[in-house]
């Protein structure tokens, strides 16, 4: 990590800056639970406020002195709180919204609108300012927006529109509950088989819902999302925009196939009842973990920072039994559920003579490539786009409040940031995904000041040569990218007060992300669903008895969302209820 703080324009090094907010705990840490939850991110604190609602008795032992995991907030500059790793909600699942009471446990949004903000770097014409394109919920807006560029994408978007809605709606059932129980279907006696036929319900509905629209969704989900774009449109940087959406957070290009799913996953959310919006939550998205933890707290589940959990203790029979912490200390209980990636979970926690080999190996091949770096910048000032110049008083514009979108006017200079991260290079036109949630938060920044989270893409995890990311590295980087901002925002470098560069080791590192993937593992097909994170292991339950998996890396995958909490709370319920 490497966090840093301006004298006028020079910036040095500095670490371990500023405060956070601890999780008090009123009771102390006992040694014997029903249930244990390693890891105290969304999923996990989602997985605990309903195994507590539901009669076990629940603890979450987090390692880091924070609540959160990537959804977290800290004040790494002095008076200024950012979302530190995820920054926009809309994923989270509206019954667990309801269910948790997250309002009333203090979840406050912001709604954002329009959304997304696509600066060109252009000559104006005429004197006037270069062309941008702004997206909003209002479709008028939109086509009067597109038209700037072409008439014939402005009459397409609203049909694309639906139809993405439309495709993105049916899989919503799947969503919320496990994949389908292939053994049980299969294999077993007759008891089982009928309990396991529930399973198919939710991918019926699902089937259902697509009805005559199955082969577009199959198409989807296995092109690249170029060749959709394409058959919908003609225009930078309408295309680009939208590409950008079917590549954030993977290692992927327009051009390759499967592309299209990531797109659809971030087009599935739904925000204060509005389906396809996104908000930033007060406080930074640390607020999110912070009221499921309230309400998980509510029911009666224990929760405790600091507390490292060295091992997953697994008895003589190879059931888990409870976990020893780094200091040594036991915590016993009937069920464990990890919040970690696959890989940490089975190669770091779980005692390797209890795991079968060939299990072992699958672990391995998970795929974990991350292409992000996450720049997280103070400001003094609000940035000026030469796109959309700002006012005079210095009142934020309604671009402000966006996912920026920079070095986004062509689908070919993402494709061109992909190849050299493929080579081991980080971009150097980098695809840049730029937030200011001060715009609408006051609480995160001083007066007249603002916290940006830029997310950046394509790094890789190791340089040319297998060469591991040092500090010059970092600044370097960060420079490249600061550059570019300033080519679309004048006075942008100016403007920064400090700054926090996190490569991917440093994501790995701070939060535990294998790989510093943001999605505990790609989303990539041969990783999604049944597959998730592996064949043999897509019911969040493991080959140790009482031992299971809650976190994202599990079905249905990353994103704020909390499903795979919720369903494996439930798998566990029911466990539990069978005995």
């Not at 601890?22 to 040694?31: E, G, K, V």
């Amino acid at each position: 990590m490497a966090t840093a703080v301006s004298t006028g324009r020079a910036w040095r090094s500095v670490s371990g800056l500023g405060a956070v907010t601890r999780a008090c705990h009123a009771t102390a840490l006992r040694t014997q639970y029903d249930a244990l939850v390693i890891g105290g991110g969304h999923n996990g604190l989602v997985a605990a406020a309903y195994l507590q609602k539901g009669g076990v008795n629940t603890a979450v032992l987090e390692r880091r002195h924070v609540l959160g995991g990537a959804a977290v907030s800290e004040e790494i500059i002095p008076g200024f709180h950012f979302s530190r790793a995820s920054y926009v909600l809309s994923l989270l699942r509206p019954h667990i919204y309801r269910d948790l009471e997250l309002r009333k446990h203090g979840l406050k949004v912001y709604m954002r609108d329009p959304h997304a903000f696509t600066p060109m770097l252009e000559e104006g014409v005429g004197g006037r300012p270069p062309r941008s394109l702004l997206l909003w919920s209002d479709m008028d807006q939109n086509l009067r927006e597109i038209g700037k560029f072409s008439e014939r994408d402005a009459q397409a978007y609203p049909a694309f529109n639906t139809h993405l809605e439309k495709l993105a709606g049916a899989i919503h059932p799947l969503l919320d509950a496990p994949p389908v129980d292939i053994p049980g279907v299969t294999q077993g006696p007759l008891r089982r088989r009928l309990a396991a036929l529930r399973t198919l319900s939710p991918l019926i509905k699902s089937g259902f819902k697509l009805g005559k629209n199955i082969p577009d969704f199959y198409e989807l989900i296995t092109a690249p999302i170029l060749k959709i774009l394409n058959r919908w449109f003609e225009s930078e940087p309408l295309r680009a925009t939208l590409a950008t959406d079917a590549v954030i957070g993977a290692m992927t290009s327009p051009y390759n196939p499967g592309s299209g799913y990531v797109l659809l996953h971030h087009v599935m959310g739904e925000l204060e009842k509005k389906k396809g919006a996104w908000g930033y939550v007060e406080g930074g998205m640390g607020g999110v973990s912070k009221s499921i933890a309230n309400s998980a707290r509510a029911h009666g589940a224990a929760i405790f920072t600091e507390q490292e959990v060295e091992q997953v203790l697994v008895g003589q029979d190879g059931r888990a039994e409870g976990v020893v912490l780094k200091d040594g200390s036991e915590v016993r209980s009937k069920v464990v559920l990890s919040n970690a990636t696959p890989y940490v979970t089975f190669k770091k926690l779980t005692p390797q003579g209890s795991l079968p080999p060939e299990f072992m190996k699958a672990i391995s091949q998970i795929d974990y490539t991350s292409p992000v770096t996450k720049i997280n910048v103070a400001l003094d000032r609000l940035p000026n786009f030469l796109a959309a110049p700002n006012a005079r008083d210095g009142t934020p514009g309604p671009h402000h409040q966006c996912s920026i979108h920079l070095n986004c006017e062509s689908v070919d200079v993402l494709e061109a940031a992909y190849r050299e991260a493929k080579q081991g290079r980080p971009s150097t036109r980098p695809m840049l995904e730029m937030c200011i949630p001060s715009v609408l938060d006051p609480t995160l920044a001083p007066p007249g000041c603002h916290v940006v989270s830029v997310f950046t893409q394509f790094t890789p995890y190791w340089l040319e040569g297998e060469r591991a990311w040092t500090e010059a590295d970092r600044e370097q980087f960060a420079n490249t990218v600061f550059d570019w901002i300033e080519r679309y925002a004048p006075g942008f470098k100016s403007s920064i007060v400090g700054k926090e560069v996190l490569a991917p080791p440093d994501l790995e590192r701070i939060f535990g992300l294998t790989g510093g993937n943001i999605f505990h593992g790609a989303m990539s097909l041969d990783q999604l669903y049944l597959a998730r994170p592996l064949p043999s292991l897509s019911d969040y339950r493991t080959p140790i008895r009482g031992l299971y998996l809650c976190g994202s890396g599990s079905h249905p995958g990353g994103g704020v969302m909390g499903s795979s909490g919720w369903n494996a709370a439930m798998t566990v319920l029911t466990d539990l209820r069978r005995g």
